[in-house]
């Protein structure tokens, strides 16, 4: 069984930055995609950033230019550097490690920038 756990999230004024950051079990370049949403109570989850096992990475409009996806395949690891948070970033964001057609999901993290 595949485990996915996040931390790094907490409380942060708007413009401050925070790392998340995910660990999955056994090794994640084994993982077709690993990548990061958000979902609050008013929104559907919703994609914010993913990347490839070959490094490709895609954003979310909403984040482009302020959040960058990384991974560290020694460590197992997957970042999620966010700055310039925005009070509409607030949401709990989940880790998601993808593979032959199966998704895994961390517990989520929640972040909450205050304005």
């Known amino acids: 069984q595949v485990q996915v756990v996040e931390s790094g999230g907490g409380l942060v004024q708007a413009g401050g930055s925070l790392r998340l950051s995910c660990v999955a079990s056994?090794?994640?370049?084994?993982?077709?995609?690993m990548g990061w949403y958000r979902q609050t109570p008013e929104k559907a989850r919703e994609l914010v950033a993913a990347?490839?096992?070959?490094?490709?990475?895609n954003y979310a409009d909403s984040v482009k230019g302020r959040f960058a996806i990384s991974r560290d395949n020694a460590k197992n690891t997957v970042y999620l550097q966010m700055n310039s948070l925005k009070p509409e970033d607030t949401a709990v964001y989940y880790c998601?490690?993808?593979?032959?057609?199966?998704?895994?999901w961390g517990q989520g993290t929640q972040v909450t920038v205050a304005s």
């Open positions: 990347i490839s096992s070959g490094g490709t990475t």
């Open positions: 998601n490690a993808y593979r032959y057609s199966a998704d895994y």
């Open positions: 056994g090794s994640i370049a084994s993982f077709n995609r």
